[in-house]
Every structure is written in C-alpha cells, then in structure tokens.
C-alpha cells in the first residue's frame, strides 16, 4: 500500500507538471491566453479602405499606450473595404465618437498597429461601435514605387539631355535624341 | 533478384498490415483497459516521470543552444528582440515534440519492447494466456495508454524548460532586452502554434508507444531477438516520427 502511494504520487506530480506546462505555453506564450483570463472588454469596428498586413492579434494604443487588440479582420465586399473588430479594455471606454483610426508600422519595418487619435465628441464609443474616420496603411511598397520612378525619369532627362550635347557637337549622330531634347526644351 | 525484391517488398506490406492490426486491437482494448486506471497511471510513472530528468535536461541545453544561435544570426539583422519569438516557434513547433519523441523513443521504447520481450522469451505472456487472462488487455493496452498520455506532457515540459533556456541564454548573458523578449513573443505566437505542437505531440507519442509494444509483443522469444526488437523499436521509431513530422507540419502550412 506503501508503494503504491509514492507511485501514485509519482505520477500526479508528473501529470500536475505536464499541464502547468501546457497552460504556461498557451497563456504565457500568446496573446490569445490573455483575452480568455483578461479584463472586461468591449468590440468596435473599424472600415480602412486598405489594412497592408495588419494582423490579428495587433495593438491598438492611444498616445502610445495600448488599449486593445485586433480581434477579428473581415472584407466587405460591397463597399470594398477591410473591416477591423477591436478588442478594447473596459476601463477605456471614453473614447469620443468622432476618433479617429489609422494604422501605423512599429519601426521602419515592423509590424503594423492601430493607432487611435481622440476626437472632440461629447459621446462616446459603446460595445458594437464604428469609428468613421479611418486612414489605411502607409505600404512601403507604394513609396519606393513611387521614388522609384521618379528616380528614373529624371535619370532619362539627365540621358536626353547629355545625348542632345553630344549631338551638337556631332549633327549626323543620334537625330531622335536630338529632336526629342528639342521638343522638351520648347 | 526481382523475385527477392518482390518478397521483401510483400514482407513490408505484411508487417505494415499486422501493425494497424495490432493498433485495433490495441483500441478496442483500451475502454475496459481505462477502468483500471492504476495500471495505466503506474505506467505513465514508468515512462513518463522517469524520462522527466532527460527531458528536462535536454530541453534545457537545446534550448540555449537555440538561444545562442538565433542571437549570432538575428543580431547581423540587428533584430535580437525577436530572438523569443524565434526560440518558442521553433521549439513549440518543431523541437519540443520531435526531440522530445526521439528521446522517448530512446528511454521509454526500448524499456517496453525490452521488457515485453523478455515476457515473451520468458513465457510470461503464455502463462498468461493460459490463466485466462488477455495479455493484451493486463499488459500491452496500459503500456501502450501510458506512453499515449506521457508524450503530449513531456513534449510541454521540454518547451517550457527550452525557453526559459533561451531566455537564460538571450537574456542573462547576451543581454536581450527581457520586456521585448516575451513581448515580441506574445504577439507573434499564436495559439495554432501551440495546437500544431500538441498535434505533433499526440501522433509522436502513439506511433512510439505502438512501434515499442508491437517490437516487444512480437519479439522472437531469445536473447538476441530481443536485442534485435529493441533495435528496431528506436530505429522505426526515429524514421516514423520525422516523416510523420513532415506531413503534419504540411498539413498545418
């Protein structure tokens, strides 16, 4: 009877020691365990005409400090549109109607975040409310799309115009450059 | 030759045959077996407790590893912040149950197909069966149960003892930052993440228990056959976990 006890006990410790680790790894590890065990909390939506990879799971602060999470991320196919649900912490619930939600990169490449910036209103946001005014991402790819060509056209002019020197200094060479460069100057 | 190649591809598809055989039986025999759960919980004791300390151990130690070598790599990106996110992936997905399950296969497999051999060899299982008592449902069903509900908790236990070697490592000695160590792994890890381990971890443990009780129920009742089933029993058992490894990771992507 003896043995069996310590046995028993043996393996109620291991099993005890098996699922405290598996609860550490699924609270500890994710952010998924604090929405389960976290404060009360309340959803609004959000319409952002483009959300670049804004995950579930995000932050969402107000003057830096983080109020909620991304809950949910849906498309609207009538009007086009991303849909963002936000998790917000019940103790901020003062969040005026007229706010605004627009979406911001953690460093030069990190991963994004919602920012919102506090309106004017006397009303505020309730459970189940929309924020109207919304700016989408800012996608870096866009950007360098956009220095990009901007480089290489004026790199062409720079060419045109360095092919209508060395035209006038040799008329029969290159006559399209010439007449090119000539248009533009008119 | 082609006759001989034609046999021994025949004598793989019959041992293939009797092996899930065998696991039906195995699960049949499992509900009757989970009333008497002392004999089940006093082999979750033997292969699972035991094999605590090599667990421990070794996840310790893989998980400094992991530590130091994802710091030299994600440093040259000046990214050591996400050297948590890094670490938990990689041993919750792939490193905890894998090494994990190789190590069971090693402690814990070759301590059953040894000991249900040496049954075998010493006419235990027939004795049994000659007092009316199913050797599979008194000593293989439990054995078999026993390491099913070991692996999932031992492959937890090395993740956690692994990343809190990462953090050791990363933290303490490389001086990464710890609020953005478990933050940035907190918003990067996901719960499929952890699902995908335990999946990993479920199917590991079933295929190491079954492969070690098959070897040491159908061993050939001598002493070298016995060596040779628990051989085999680590072999299978290592080939069988890392291909089952590949379908699950392609089957979570």
Known sequence: ?186 | MFKELWESFTDALEGLGSVVHFLFRLLVHSPPALLRFSLISQQIFNSGAFSLVIIMLSGLFVGMVLGLQGFQLLQRFGSEEALGTAATIGLVKELGPVVTALLFAGRAGTALASELGLMRATDQISAMEMMAVDPIQRVVVPRFLGGVISMPLLAAIFSVIGIYGAQLVGVQIMGVDSGSFWSQMRSAVGLSDITEGIVKSIAFGIACSLIAVYQGYYATPTAEGVGRATTRTVVTSAVVILFLDYLITAAFL
Do not use: C
């Open chain 1, 1 to 186: 009877m003896r043995k069996s006890r310590t046995l028993n006990l043996g393996t109620g410790s291991f099993v005890l020691l098996g699922f405290a680790a598996l609860f550490f790894l699924t609270t500890q590890t994710t952010s998924r365990g604090l929405s389960w065990f976290g404060p009360p909390h309340y959803e609004i939506t959000a319409k952002f005409d483009n959300i670049g990879d804004l995950k579930v799971g995000a932050p969402v602060s107000m003057s830096g400090v983080e109020v909620g999470r991304v809950d949910k991320i849906e498309f609207d196919s009538n009007e086009y549109k991303a849909v963002v649900q936000l998790r917000l912490n019940e103790r901020y619930n003062k969040i005026p109607t007229d706010s605004d939600a627009s979406i911001y990169t953690q460093g030069l490449l990190g991963g994004k975040f919602i920012g919102i910036t506090a309106g004017g209103a006397d009303t505020y946001l309730k459970d189940k409310g929309q924020i109207d005014f919304t700016q989408s991402a800012f996608v870096l790819e866009n950007l360098i799309g956009q220095v990009l060509a901007n480089f290489t056209k004026s790199k062409a002019d720079d060419q045109d115009s360095a092919a209508a020197a060395g035209a006038k200094s040799n008329t029969d060479a290159k006559p399209n450059a010439d007449t090119k460069s000539k248009e533009k100057t008119k």
